[in-house]
């Protein structure tokens, strides 16, 4: 799947809003708001449940790697989640 793809049908399922559980929630962090380098993924079963978290890296922008926003996309189809949640903008992450 290409990169447009992903990122199109991956920010359709975050303008949806909240639609229930299962929830995944997307936060990109950074060292500069204008590169991600990481991005952590949580995926929460139903309300009051413990979030399990997951996190992919990138040497480049993770917000335009192909092959993790491919993933992000398969696991938010695969964990059939109602809601997808993301975080505006790049956390900023100091060492």
Request: net charge positive.
């Amino acid at each position: 799947m290409n990169l447009d793809k992903s990122t199109k049908r991956i920010a359709k399922r975050v303008k949806n809003g909240f639609q229930g559980y299962p929830q995944i929630s997307l936060a990109y962090y950074g060292t500069s708001s204008d590169c991600a380098n990481e991005v952590i993924v949580e995926f929460i079963a139903e309300e009051g449940a413990q979030p399990q978290a997951q996190k992919f890296s990138s040497k480049t922008d993770a917000r335009k790697d192909e092959t993790i926003q491919t993933t992000l996309l398969k696991v938010i189809e695969r964990a059939d989640a109602k809601t997808v949640l993301e975080t505006a903008g790049v956390v900023i992450k100091t060492c």
